[in-house]
């Protein structure tokens, strides 16, 4: 079995590649609800903020942060095309019809940070608490199922036998052609 370190130095570029084919994924109008194998519609869409990532030769590293509502992300695909991996994402989700989170997630460590859920029914009655907590809970449980089934449909993918062909070719192909 691995030690924590050695998986960590192994596998730590998971998270940043699963970011990376996140934005390909929203950017090349690709079905989530279909990839999800959702019963409802789900959309994702990047948010305010993108950080991205090149390790140079020299062990210095170049980090390239895109912020604002309508900031444009050319300047990340110019960074793709340099070898970067996107590092963080703010996203925005969209299950069903009107359930809309907004949330930071991580590659590294997979970090959920600014998670902000539905607002959850109120009726301003005390006795209502623990429904209140349970209704939440439900929430937080909804965006990190996605989440989560999002990064399986992408280690599927990527232990393929099929990936370099396929996944990582089109994605090459969405990088260079953008």
Request: hydrophobic share 35%; glycine share 8%.
């Amino acid at each position: 079995m691995l030690d924590i370190a050695t998986a960590y130095n192994k596998y730590g570029f998971l998270g940043n590649e699963f970011l990376t084919w996140l934005w390909f994924i929203v950017e090349t109008d690709q079905d989530i609800t279909r990839i999800t194998a959702s019963k409802e519609p789900i959309t994702l869409e990047i948010g305010n903020s993108l950080v991205l990532e090149n390790t140079l030769g020299d062990k210095s590293k170049e980090k390239i942060t895109i912020k604002g509502d309508q900031a444009g992300l050319e300047e990340g695909t110019t960074a793709l095309k340099k070898g970067a991996k996107v590092t963080e994402m703010n996203l925005v989700c969209t299950l069903g019809q009107e359930e809309e989170y907004k949330f930071t997630i991580k590659g590294e460590s997979f970090n959920i940070t600014g998670l902000k859920t539905p607002t959850a029914g109120r009726d301003g009655s005390d006795d209502e608490i623990e429904g209140l907590v349970l209704e939440k809970s439900l929430l937080l449980f909804r965006i990190t199922q996605v989440i989560d089934t999002l990064f399986i449909k992408y280690l599927e993918q990527r232990i393929s036998d099929d990936w370099k062909n396929k996944g990582f070719s089109q994605m090459r192909t969405w990088i260079y052609n953008d």
